[in-house]
């Protein structure tokens, strides 16, 4: 047997037994006390302290004035389109790549979804291909700052600007990032965030909208919580919603805030790491010839990581199977997540034809490079021992070298 040889051909594997990430999400005892009193404390609704303690620090984190803590990372999308007043008429461009979310929002206040496509080197929005897509109907565009990586917000910026267009950022992927110093979700009218199971900060289910706005927190607050505002004890409303403010249930409970509170003392070491694990493992393959990292954001330091992701888009790998890839590293011990295709080739995505549309000339990176050269080792890898990501890199490596 010979270590030079793929473990998918016969060959030594780097790793006899599978390799692991980091367990997530984290857990320590002092949270479960938390959770615990919260329990026998009976108050178990929103607008707990913990809340209110969450919303005000993770706002503070971020550079924003307000935060507004909802049930999940889709519902703050929808928060954040319906208070800046997109509905039925109006088109929202949403980049090809990104999870279904970004472009259902979009469809659950009733406009439409237009998909634009990605940047090689990021795999976020393209700003000129959004501005080529910007049209009459157009009020918002929703950059996602993917995997690891942030979009180009300067660029988003002017455009937002020079079209009267309002910038919601998804930051689902990008906790604790900055952009120039200006934290991700501060720069547009509104950031939405996720706490689903899988992100950097997580209790399960959750999300939260940050604005500088007052008046777009008081919306999204109102939409959040049936139409009071944030002053009101409920039954004792003072002031009603806007004249046609749709507004719904989309609070969450005091336990899911807790675990966020706690978490959130965490979440810069947190980021210190993925980006020092990520420096290493970009150092390890940089002479790898055909295999590259998603480009971070020029701008973006700290860089925020849902995920490290690899692009076998180079020469001699680019004409290698993508299953190829994934099994070689699979028997080597590593394995690898994909990553999001365009929405619209999902097989979950059914709106009809009359409800989105694709960019004239299409999405070619999105579906190419973005689609079926990409791979995503998801944070936890990023969380893992110094062993590990040593062998992480060798195993990328081994397989480039070999599969070349
Ligand atoms: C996770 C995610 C969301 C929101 O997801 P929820 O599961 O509803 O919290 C939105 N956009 C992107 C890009 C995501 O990854």
Redesign the pocket.
Known sequence: MNSNELALNGGTPLCKEPLRPEPWPPVDAQTSEILRDIYFSRQWSFNSPAEQRFQTRFAQCHGAKHAIFMA??????QAALSACGIGPGDEVIVPAN??M??AMAVHYVGAITVFVDVEPATLCIDPSKAEDAAGKKTKAIIP?H?YGSMCNMDDMLSLAREKNLHIIE?C??MHGGKWKGKGAGSMGSVG?F???Q??TLSCG???ICITNDDDLADRIFRIKHIGYDSNSTQGAAMTGPPPGLTCHNFRATAFQAAILDSQLDHLHQRIEKYNHNASLLSAMIEDCRGVRIQSPGLHASPQGY?GLVLIFDGPPLDSVDDKMIADAAAAEGLTFGRT?GPVYRHMLFNLHPSQYRIQAGGCPVAENQGTHRAFVLHHHWLGADDNTIEMIGRIICKIARCLG
């Open positions: 999940n990372g889709t519902v703050t999308l990104t999870w979310a970004t996602v993917l998804d689902a992927h939405s996720s706490f689903q899988s992100k289910e959750g999300g849902y999001y």
